[in-house]
Nanobody
Framework: QVQLVESGGGLVHSGGSLRLSCVAS????????MGWYRQAPGKEREFVAS???????PSIADSLKGRFTISRDNAKEVHLQMTSLKPEDTAVYYC????????????WGQGTRVTVSS
């Protein structure tokens, strides 16, 4: 069972920045993507960003391009750098790992809360 642990959430003023981190453990396979989703109060969970297995192809939600970037230290640790934060970025941010070769498998972290005050 893959474990994903997020960190870095908190309270920030509008225009500020935050960096979220996610560390994965107990992975027994290769070829997966790691990324982030978020869920704002009263809304559905939405895609934020992801990074492919080789780490060379980031994917960012169109509405967040230019403000959010995703990077990694290695295949088991990814970061989400968020800049120029807006109150509408307020949400719980979830780390996600999805296997891309072999049987379907997906894991989620427990979530880290980001609150952007106006």
């Amino acid at each position: 069972q893959v474990q994903l642990v997020e960190s870095g959430g908190g309270l920030v003023h509008s225009g500020g920045s935050l960096r979220l981190s996610c560390v994965a453990s107990d992975i027994t396979f290769n070829f997966y993507t790691m990324g982030w989703y978020r869920q704002a109060p009263g809304k559905e969970r939405e895609f934020v960003a992801s990074l492919n297995w080789s780490g060379d192809t980031p994917s960012i939600a169109d509405s967040l391009k230019g403000r959010f970037t995703i990077s990694r230290d290695n295949a088991k640790e990814v970061h989400l750098q968020m800049t120029s934060l807006k109150p509408e970025d307020t949400a719980v941010y979830y780390c996600n790992l999805r296997r891309t070769v072999g049987f379907n498998y997906e894991a989620w972290g427990q979530g880290t809360r980001v609150t952007v005050s106006s």
